[in-house]
């Protein structure tokens, strides 16, 4: 059974840093890409970042780019976003999920709750 | 960007009724479209694919349609667990969601 369980989210001020983790299970973590999407408060869903199986290549949306970093350790089957500069814009639930050999995304976590305060 | 536009952003309707949520994009996509449940606290969850590609799992009364710039999802006989937001992507280029269509009991 695959499972993704995303862990690391906390309450912080405007300027500080955090780093989310998304742990993974039931799959070969290596094989696939992964991303991080994100959801503020009754809104819509957002892809935040996006990454490469082998870690080779990374993606930002414009907003999280030069303050957010995606890496992965496929030793350890973990997903990672350091989030530094965060701004209370970046207030959301933060999803971790499998890309599709077509790109599409599959296998969601629960999320974990990132809160920026001013 | 790739922009996505989904409406309507509610619907209402009754168990049982067929219903259709549709998606336009601001160019063109191919068929590079999925289409995501969420329910009240839950993830998405992907129902379709490559704009008419059923997930594995999903039950056939879901079915999408549509490509290049125009997406319908539809919903042949609503039930009680299809009470929920429902969201197109596009991932041709980049991945950009809609705003999103909540379905409310009427």
């Known amino acids: 059974e695959v499972q993704v369980v995303e862990s690391g989210g906390d309450l912080v001020q405007s300027g500080g840093s955090l780093r989310l983790s998304c742990a993974v299970s039931g799959f070969i973590f290596r094989n696939y890409a992964m991303s991080w999407v994100r959801q503020a408060p009754g809104e819509g869903l957002e892809c935040v970042s996006s990454i490469t199986n082998d870690g080779g290549s990374t993606y930002y949306v414009d907003s999280v780019k030069g303050r957010f970093t995606i890496s992965r350790d496929n030793s350890k089957s973990t997903l990672y976003l350091q989030m530094t500069s965060l701004r209370v814009d970046d207030t959301a639930i933060y999803y971790c999920?499998?890309?599709?050999?077509?790109?599409?995304?599959?296998?969601w976590g629960r999320g974990t709750l990132v809160t920026v305060s001013s | 960007d790739i922009q996505m536009t989904q409406s309507p952003s509610t619907l209402s309707a009754s168990v049982g009724d067929r219903v259709t949520i549709t998606c336009r994009a601001n160019q063109s996509i191919d068929s590079w479209l999925a289409w995501y449940q969420q329910r009240p606290g839950k993830a998405p969850k992907v129902l379709i694919y490559?704009?008419?590609s059923l997930e594995s799992g999903v039950p056939s009364r879901f079915s999408g349609s549509g490509s290049g710039t125009e997406f319908a999802l539809t919903i042949s006989s609503l039930q009680p667990d299809d009470f929920a937001t429902y969201y197109c992507q596009q991932y041709s280029r980049w991945w950009t969601f809609g705003q999103g269509t909540k379905v409310e009991i009427k």
């Open positions: 999920a499998r890309r599709t050999l077509d790109d599409h995304l599959e296998f």
């Open positions: 490559k704009a008419s």
